[in-house]
Each structure stands twice: as structure tokens, then as C-alpha cells.
């Protein structure tokens, strides 16, 4: 149901990469924050879980947010050892989501980039239902690569990304267009009052180390995976194509990305 990448524990290189994968997200997570006090509306003292934590940054600045008593788990060992030296007031473990529920104790339930690593987003939801208390609410964050909007164009990008989406799900990796499904998976877990926003977040040339930290670092994790991807997914040759277009992206006049996120949240 998941896939199999994240059950070794992380190295510090792959700590930082979620770091710093994070961090570029600062517009998008302040959105995130406005849509759940106005929909989930944590108050002093809510208790708040994050499922699928990772290094624990979206757990404990909810808790720094609401002055809400935070918890977060992950089934990665190397994650929560950084969150719980990173942020000791947040009780961040080492837990499978998918164990039983023992109690409904939570006000709040989120996932950020987690329900995009899980084939099916409704079985995690339902199968969470439990922990949380009658009215309370579940929230999720995912992206749509499918929505990214580069420009200048890189040729070969659309399809590069159709074609890595296919290899990653059929992979049992994450779902590039998880967040548009997101309404559809709510809806299935049987939730109400569900609310749905989109955020998009813009590296521009306004904001040009922004611009270059982001298509960096998207470069970073294509080459990673290169020897993965030439195989199966694209040429060698196909694959510089793209690189090369990414890299010209951030010196071009007038470039821009656009990056889309989408979040969900639905009642108990
Ligand atoms: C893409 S990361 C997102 C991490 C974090 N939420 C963030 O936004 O930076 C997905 C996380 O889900 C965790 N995960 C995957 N399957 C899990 C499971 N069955 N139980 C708990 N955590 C799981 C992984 O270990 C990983 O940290």
C-alpha cells in the first residue's frame, strides 16, 4: 500500500533534502495555517497529530501556531530522531500509521505529502477515522505536479512528468497528482463539511534566488534518480534535454515557476 523507499532509516543527506524541500514552501504552509483557522479552527490546547511527520517542521509549527498540545509519527526511524532533538515540545514517535486505533483522542489529523505515498488515500483516511474524536477534524497538504507551470518552456517537460508519474505509481512510489484527488478521498471516507483550497506559490524573476533555489534543487532530485529513470522512463539523451532546459529556466528574463499545492479538510 506504500511504498518501500521511506522504511530504511533516512541518511542526514536525505534529513537535509526534506529540510530544505520544506523550507521552499514558506507562502504555501502560511496558507495552509490561515485555511485550518478558519475551517478546522484549533484552539489552546487542541490536540493535533500529524501522521507521516517526517523530520516533525509541519507538527511543531501548528503547535507553535495554535498553542496546541502537537504530537507527529512516522515509520522512519532517521526522521524522528531529527524531529524529537529539533523540537522537544512536540512528542514526535516512531509508529505505523496503519496500526489500529485505540482511542478517538485527536482534534486534528493531518497529512503533508504522506496520502501521495498510499494507493489508496480513502483506505488510510477510514482506517484513521477512529482516532479522532467525534466533530474533529482530518486536513491534508499534497502537491499537483501535473499543475506546475514552468516558463520559459522546457521541451520535454510535460511529458517527462506524465511519464515519471507512471513509473512512480507503477513503482508503488508517490502519486504526482495526489492533492487533485484529495476531494475525491475525503468524500470516500465519508467526511462532511469538507473545504478544499488551492495553493500556488510563485518563484519568479522577482524573487530570483528563490527562482534558483527551487529549479536547483528540482534538478538535485532528477539527477538522483537519473539512473533509475534512463531505463525505464526516458533517454539519457532526453533526460540532459530537460536538465539543461531547467538550468537555462533560472538565468531567463521573465522566468517563472509556479508550483501548486492543494488542501483538504473534512469533519468527523
Ligand atoms: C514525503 S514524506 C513527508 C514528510 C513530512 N510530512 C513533510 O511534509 O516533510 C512522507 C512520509 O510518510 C512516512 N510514511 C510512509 N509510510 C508510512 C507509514 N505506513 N506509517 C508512518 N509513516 C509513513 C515516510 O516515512 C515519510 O516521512
Not at 503547535?63 to 526511524?77: H, M
Not at 467525534?134 to 507551470?149: C, K, M, N, Q
Not at 510535460?158 to 484529495?182: I, K, M, P, Q, T
Amino acid at each position: 500500500m506504500t511504498g518501500n523507499r521511506y522504511l530504511r532509516a533516512a541518511s542526514p543527506e536525505e534529513i537535509k533534502r526534506q529540510l530544505r524541500t520544506f523550507a521552499r514552501m514558506e507562502k504555501t504552509h502560511s496558507g495552509f495555517v490561515s485555511f485550518l483557522r478558519e475551517t478546522a479552527k484549533p484552539r489552546k490546547g487542541s490536540r493535533i497529530l500529524e501522521l507521516g511527520c517526517g523530520c516533525g517542521m509541519m507538527a511543531d509549527r501548528l503547535r507553535r501556531e495554535f498553542s496546541a498540545a502537537a504530537e507527529g509519527w512516522d515509520a522512519n526511524p532517521g526522521y524522528i530522531a531529527y524531529a524529537a532533538g529539533a523540537y522537544p515540545r512536540t512528542a514526535c514517535a516512531a509508529a505505523d500509521l496503519m496500526s489500529a486505533p485505540e482511542r478517538a483522542e485527536f482534534d486534528l489529523i493531518l497529512f503533508r505529502e504522506t496520502l501521495m505515498e498510499f494507493s489508496s488515500p480513502a483506505a488510510v483516511l477510514k482506517r484513521n477515522l477512529g482516532r479522532l474524536k467525534r466533530g474533529g477534524w482530518f486536513a491534508a497538504l499534497e502537491p499537483d505536479y501535473g499543475a506546475t507551470v514552468i516558463y520559459p518552456e522546457v521541451p520535454g517537460w510535460r511529458d517527462f512528468v506524465d511519464r515519471y508519474a507512471r513509473f512512480c505509481s507503477a513503482a508503488g512510489n508517490e502519486d504526482f497528482f495526489a492533492g487533485r484527488r484529495l476531494p475525491e478521498a475525503f468524500l470516500a471516507a465519508g467526511l462532511r463539511n469538507i473545504a478544499v483550497r488551492p495553493l500556488v506559490e510563485t518563484h519568479s524573476f522577482l524573487d530570483r534566488p528563490a527562482l534558483k533555489e527551487f529549479l536547483g534543487a528540482e534538478i538535485m532530485s532528477i539527477k538522483a534518480d537519473a539512473p533509475l529513470l534512463t531505463g525505464r522512463v526516458f533517454s539519457a539523451a532526453g533526460l540532459a534535454a530537460v536538465l539543461k532546459g531547467l538550468a537555462a529556466v533560472a538565468r531567463a528574463p521573465g522566468a517563472y515557476v509556479q508550483t501548486s499545492m492543494v488542501a483538504v479538510c473534512g469533519q468527523r
